[in-house]
């Protein structure tokens, strides 16, 4: 008896797991209907993405560099 509640449970688990992921799903669907002339479908290769990727680091190191940087000048220098 005790292994039927212990399966049972478990099942229940999973068929909760499976009714969130429709729902999500549904959802999904739904705003991609409402909003479908916002997305579109392109061909990246995998250069392009990493390129594009690698600048977007470096532009945000750049910006943190500059930030340490007016934050260092902007502290008086202890003696």
């Known amino acids: 008896m005790t292994r039927m ?3 049972a449970g ?4 999973e068929l909760e ?4 992921l429709v729902t999500g799903v549904q ?3 739904g705003i991609y209907i409402d909003k479908r002339n916002h997305f579109g479908v392109e061909r990246n290769t995998p ?8 600048g977007d680091i470096a532009r945000l ?4 560099r500059k ?4 934050i260092a000048l ?5 003696k």
């Open 10 to 13: 478990r099942i229940e688990k």
């Open 47 to 54: 250069k392009q993405l990493v390129e594009k990727v690698a």
């Open 17 to 20: 797991k499976v009714l969130q």
């Open 74 to 78: 902007a502290v008086p220098l202890a």
């Open 27 to 29: 959802q999904m669907k």
């Open 61 to 64: 190191l750049n910006r943190k």
């Open 67 to 70: 930030a340490l940087e007016a």
């Open 5 to 7: 509640m212990h399966w």
